[in-house]
């Protein structure tokens, strides 16, 4: 609804002024989600006796949680993950308004730049269903690797497809949007395993701090991917507001809508080779910290490092 709404509310508020209309789309949508927000934190309760706390300094937690090789392992990948989808979003509607309509505003360019947004969006839930259709059937690393393949090849081959050509560039979009969000499904449940394996490793159990850290490589990675942005653009000669960029903006723009994110896709497929955490890994690995809580273990913060023998 938000990628939707936005161009259209922007246009109704603002009219010539888009500036304006951008501040207030801003607010309008800022205002709806603090009451969505409260409504969330005021309609929650906790149904589950939280488990006893473990005592231990936040320098101790710290020094564990970098010592988890696998921790290290997802937070890189968050952070390229969160650089791709931002980079692509950051340089969709550069895209669009300078490439695709050739800087020409209007009702009914407006109107097939959300078009063009929504397609990505529509792909991202089919994606999420696909996800769990597939993760029945087949091995979760194994399709990490695989669908971070394809969004590098559907990258590549948008960078040399012509944005005018728009039958094509819809249903390339559709696909960039439907493979990323297959794969975030893997990504999330890397970082619960990544705790399970701090826990079975060291003795003890720091998810919080897990979860905290994974999202701080989140957010370092939407902030270095906006940052990018900008630069590339200035650094390729992007003006603003000209019907036509020069052929070196043009390719700029092309190139973080595509390449750019699809090196991130290379290089989430390279690091996915180092995460062995695989389902026989994970199952041993929770069967021992079952049966290290009924024994109590748990308590004691006894360690429990031994590597399950590979059949």
Not at 108 to 137: E, N, P
Not at 226 to 246: E, H, K, M, N, R
Request: charged fraction near 15%; proline fraction near 3%.
């Amino acid at each position: 609804m938000v990628s939707v709404a936005t161009l259209f509310l922007v246009d109704f508020f603002g009219k010539e002024n888009k500036q304006f209309g951008f501040q207030a789309t801003m607010g309008i949508m800022g205002a709806i989600a603090i009451v969505m927000l409260a409504f969330c934190f005021f309609s929650t309760k906790e149904r589950v006796a939280p488990a006893v706390e473990q005592q231990g300094s936040i320098r101790e937690d710290l020094r564990q949680l970098l010592a988890n090789d696998q921790w290290r392992i997802v937070a890189i990948i968050t952070f390229f993950s969160s650089m791709a989808g931002v980079m692509r979003s950051a340089a969709t509607l550069y895209y669009a308004t300078y490439l695709m309509l050739g800087g020409v505003e209007s009702a009914a360019g407006t109107a097939m730049k959300s078009a063009f947004v929504s397609t990505s969006v529509v792909g991202t839930i089919i994606g999420s269903i696909a996800a769990g259709w597939l993760a029945k059937r087949y091995r979760a690393v194994s399709l990490f690797k695989n669908i971070n393949l394809l969004l590098v090849l559907v990258g590549v081959v948008m960078f040399f497809v012509p944005p005018t050509w728009l039958p094509v560039v819809f249903p390339l979009y559709f696909l960039v949007g439907f493979f990323h969000q297959m794969y975030q499904p893997f990504k999330w449940n890397m970082m619960a395993n990544a705790a399970d394996y701090g826990e079975w490793k060291f003795g003890r159990r720091i998810t919080g701090l897990s979860y905290s850290g994974n999202l701080f490589a989140l957010k370092m990675g939407m902030a270095v991917a906006g940052a990018a942005v900008g630069f590339s653009l200035g650094l390729f000669g992007y003006q603003a507001g000209v019907t036509a960029q020069t052929p070196l903006a043009t390719m700029g723009i092309v190139g973080l809508l595509t390449l750019g994110p699809s090196l991130s896709y290379l290089l989430l497929w390279w690091l996915a080779r180092f995460y062995k955490l695989d389902d026989k890994m994970m199952q041993t690995i929770q069967r021992e910290l079952s049966m290290r809580q009924q024994q109590g273990h748990s308590e004691t913060h006894l360690p429990l490092n031994a590597v399950p023998e590979k059949a």
